[in-house]
Nanobody, 122 residues
Framework: QVQLVESGGGLVQPGGSLRLSCVASVRAFEINVMGWYRQAPGKQRELVAS???????NIADSVKGRFTISGNIAGNMVFLQMNRLKPEDTAVYYC????????????????WGQGTQVTVSS
């Protein structure tokens, strides 16, 4: 079983900052990639940023230069530092973990957190 717990969302003014945290509780499961997705009302869920156990990162063009992902995949945690926030960053942010169980290393599974609301408004 894998459980993801997010924290750090809230209301912030345009230009402000927030830091999201995600900690995973796992049993007999090895996480290979952790990331953050977001979903705004009426829109599809989209990748914001991800980081792999090897240190590789993906960051959406819309947040490059403003958001930074960091984490300790071996320690099952990932963070998202969000600076210079804009109203269009308003969304529910979800933590995601992709990996495999020790008993079936050739099959990947992904898990989601419950989501944390980020609202950017004056």
């Amino acid at each position: 079983q894998v459980q993801l717990v997010e924290s750090g969302g809230g209301l912030v003014q345009p230009g402000g900052s927030l830091r999201l945290s995600c900690v995973a509780s796992v049993r007999a499961f090895e996480i290979n990639v952790m990331g953050w997705y977001r979903q705004a009302p009426g829109k599809q869920r989209e990748l914001v940023a991800s980081i792999s156990s090897g240190g590789g990162m993906n960051i959406a063009d819309s947040v490059k230069g403003r958001f930074t992902i960091s984490g300790n995949i071996a320690g099952n945690m990932v963070f998202l530092q969000m600076n210079r926030l804009k109203p269009e960053d308003t969304a529910v942010y979800y933590c995601n973990a992709l990996g495999s169980y020790y008993a079936s290393p050739s099959h990947d599974y992904d898990y989601w957190g419950q989501g944390t609301q980020v609202t950017v408004s004056s």
